[in-house]
């Protein structure tokens, strides 16, 4: 009788576990949210994180969640497809409510998955969101700003004075702040040519007592010559001849980069590309066969006086836009230079020219040089063009002679500065044609093929490479250890060498 008893007892406690089992099998499966439905002051990078009763495949559980307003970010999976974490990949946006919604869907073994909806809002976390010169223009980090710049640091809520500390280069500064404690303008000595770190000091608050968030931005200090210039819509590239009669050309400073580059007679031309054209350039003389390549590498206007037969031929054949000194009122000249090297240009002349020839707008890349390690590089020699460059350490820049003669900028009265010299080693052919009046034929640089090229930069050197994905692309400057080499804010000068 006992074990008759006995065996009833678990016969029936059995059945009772066996439909508890089949109860929880098939009771839909649950999600839970991390924070509790209509919480406030959320973190706005703080993590979302969702937890499931039953394993979820990742991709089925992403495809089902959505996010209003949406925010960029990524979901990510425990091992056991039960812990899901959300991390924003920028942060929310302050003092909004945000609504999670999950579809039904099934599970990893294909339970219903319960249909959910959260809500939250999210706190304000004090940061600082720009830093801008006094010109407005934003400041990125790892850029450039010219020395002598006034900046200001801009945050997204009212600021306590009392305890925001900013540091350059580990040192306190001394801040100016706007009425509405939103903005505050750096009040210590002029930056000085070099590197730059400012960061904010922890312990910073907003009005209301909130901790700022850290931030920390890097940037280059250069030097840039104080010039007037005018916005142009598309690279301007201006002939300027470098014979020792047309010395001291005018312009040269304010442009983005000049190539220099052999023609006939054992002398140099120069082309001065401009994305900011100053009030005049000049003198200016006629175009080469590298002058077109320019053109169309990089997307921009050919300004010259003209040209010979042959490379006229040329580019009827293969036309970039251009503008010549046959059509009245684009040059003028001076009288107080002797002739051929007294045809100059005016900037209101050239923007108008543009806007007149309907040539697209293109912008060419620019941004803060690095080239880590190298070598010496404080001073240069390029025999080709008889040109020696030197390192200022006071300014960061190189100055250049030629010929003997260092080379000044005519319009400002001061030794040109070139804060990026390159070397851009290529080949050229001697065409059928001939170039100028005492019968030397022109040489056509190879512009396309690509080549070794030596940087200079900060009084280092090192080595690397030239290239052009076709004869319309722009060219890429790269580095032996890897990286590209971009043109600075401030003059860079190109020698085109035959190696």
Aim: charged content about 20%.
């Amino acid at each position: 009788m006992a074990a008759a008893a006995l065996l009833l007892v678990l016969v029936a406690s059995g059945a009772v576990f066996g439909a508890a089992y089949l109860r929880d099998r098939s009771q839909p499966t649950a999600v839970a949210f991390g924070f509790h439905d209509g919480q406030r002051e959320v973190g706005v990078l703080d993590r979302l994180q969702f937890t499931a009763t039953r394993p979820i495949a990742p991709a089925a559980f992403k495809a089902a969640l959505r996010m209003a307003p949406s925010a960029p970010g990524e979901l990510h999976a425990s091992t056991d497809n039960r812990l899901f974490t959300w991390r924003p990949s920028q942060p929310l946006a302050d003092l909004t409510e945000y609504t999670l919604a999950l579809s039904p869907l099934r599970d990893a073994s294909g339970h219903e998955v319960k249909a959910a909806r959260w809500r939250f809002t999210t706190t304000v976390e004090p940061r600082v969101v720009g830093l801008t010169t006094e010109a407005g223009a934003a400041v990125p980090d790892q850029g450039e700003v010219a020395a002598g710049s006034h900046l200001r640091v801009t945050f997204n809520e009212a600021m306590d004075a009392t305890t925001v500390k900013l540091l350059a280069n580990g040192a306190p500064v001394d801040l100016r702040w706007s009425p509405d404690g939103r903005s505050a303008a750096l009040q210590s000595p002029q930056l000085k040519i070099g590197s730059l770190e400012l960061s904010l000091q922890d312990g910073s608050r907003d009005a209301a007592g909130r901790i700022a968030r850290a931030w920390s931005i890097r940037a280059s200090v250069i030097f840039q010559a104080n010039v007037h210039t005018l916005q142009l819509k598309a690279p301007a590239l201006i002939q300027v001849p470098n014979d020792p009669a047309a010395r001291d050309q005018s312009g040269l400073q304010a442009a983005d980069s000049v190539y220099e580059y052999d023609t006939e007679g054992d002398i140099t031309r120069l082309t001065a590309v401009y994305s900011q054209i100053p009030d005049v350039v000049g003198p200016s003389r006629s175009a080469r066969l590298i002058s077109f390549a320019l053109a169309r590498h990089l997307h921009g206007m050919l300004f010259m006086s003209g040209l010979s037969n042959g490379s006229a031929a040329q580019l009827a054949a293969a036309p970039v836009p251009h503008a010549d000194d046959l059509v009245p009122g684009i040059f003028y000249r001076t009288g107080n230079r002797r002739p051929p090297n007294n045809l100059f240009i005016t900037g209101t002349s050239v923007q108008q020219n543009e806007e007149r020839a309907g040539i697209p707008a293109y912008s060419l890349e620019r941004g803060a040089v690095h080239i880590p390690g190298g070598d010496e590089g404080a001073s240069v020699s390029v025999s080709e063009h008889r040109s020696t460059y030197t390192y200022d350490a006071e300014t960061a820049t190189y100055t250049k002679a030629e010929d003997g003669h260092q080379l000044l900028d005519a319009g400002l009265k001061e030794p040109l500065r070139i804060q990026l010299l390159i070397v851009m080693h290529t080949t050229a052919q001697t065409t059928s044609f001939v170039e100028d009046v005492n019968g030397v034929h022109a040489l056509d640089f190879d512009m396309e093929s690509g080549g070794r090229a030596d940087f200079y930069y900060g009084g280092r050197h090192a080595g690397g490479r030239w290239s052009a994905a076709d004869r319309q692309t722009p060219f890429k400057f790269e580095l032996d250890g890897g990286g590209e080499v971009k043109m600075p804010l401030g003059l860079t000068w190109i020698d085109v060498v035959r190696s």
